[in-house]
């Protein structure tokens, strides 16, 4: 079978809607061919109109051209239970509610990422040090937002004091420990969610984090009674 015919049937027996990452493809039965035939040879289906190019290196089989290329894209990354992914950035700020400010950039965790990051068009994609199950992803909503606090625009400090008590009442130590056993946020954001723990009267073990000597920069939140 010619190489062409052989990519053509790859993605005919691909999902309708599938997102296909050309290295991951490379590598599962193409590596007969240089690296170079192999996409040179993808962006002539692409060309001739036989998939679609959603971003460098990959690529979206869709009978339909019109198809909204950005869902397609971010179902790929959350995947089919919607459990690999995490939006961060103002889709995370605008789900509750600290912001209303839109922006057409779209940021996320994603574990189906293989490399460390990832920009397709307007989304930008990071890979995550640990499984985004309910209470890692949880922990690390929080932490996303405290980071942030300083640089959100139009932020809604009550809506921001409202989630943080959320936050405080179903917080999880150790899915906490087990965020920042593997990715880096700063020692301020941790002093920052500690004072919201502390606040609520909430048992946690983030001193491990942070050193008493040290005067950490840390916003007032306001306490709030109910939600």
């Known amino acids: 079978m010619k190489y062409r015919d052989k990519l053509i049937k790859y993605f005919e027996d691909a999902p309708e809607d599938a997102v296909i990452v050309a290295n991951d493809m490379y590598e599962n039965g193409f590596t007969k061919m240089s690296h170079d035939a192999f996409f040179r040879a993808v962006e ?5 109109g036989v998939i679609i190019r959603a971003g460098k290196g990959m690529y979206i089989k869709a009978a ?32 509750y509610m600290v912001s209303a400010y839109q922006t057409d950039r779209i940021e996320l965790y994603s574990n189906v990422l293989k490399s460390r ?3 397709v068009g307007n989304i930008c994609i990071k890979r995550p040090g640990v499984q985004l199950d309910f209470e890692n992803a949880r922990v690390i909503e929080a932490l996303e937002i405290m980071q942030n606090y300083y640089n959100i625009e139009q932020l809604n400090k009550l809506k921001f004091a409202r989630f943080a008590k959320q936050f405080a009442i179903s917080y999880n130590d150790a899915a906490a420990v087990n965020v920042l ?7 301020s954001t941790i002093a920052f969610m500690k004072k919201v723990l502390d606040m609520y009267k909430v ?5 491990q984090y942070l050193s008493y000597a040290s005067d950490y920069k840390v916003p007032a939140v306001q306490r709030v009674a109910r939600l």
């Open 44 to 48: 002539r289906l692409c060309d001739d």
């Open 64 to 95: 339909d051209k019109d198809k909204n290329i950005e869902e397609l894209l971010l179902n790929y990354f959350f995947g089919e239970n919607n459990d690999n992914g995490l939006f961060i950035g103002y889709r995370l700020y605008n789900k």
């Open 117 to 119: 990051t990832c920009e």
């Open 181 to 187: 056993e593997h990715m880096k946020y700063k020692k």
């Open 203 to 207: 048992e946690n073990s983030l001193q």
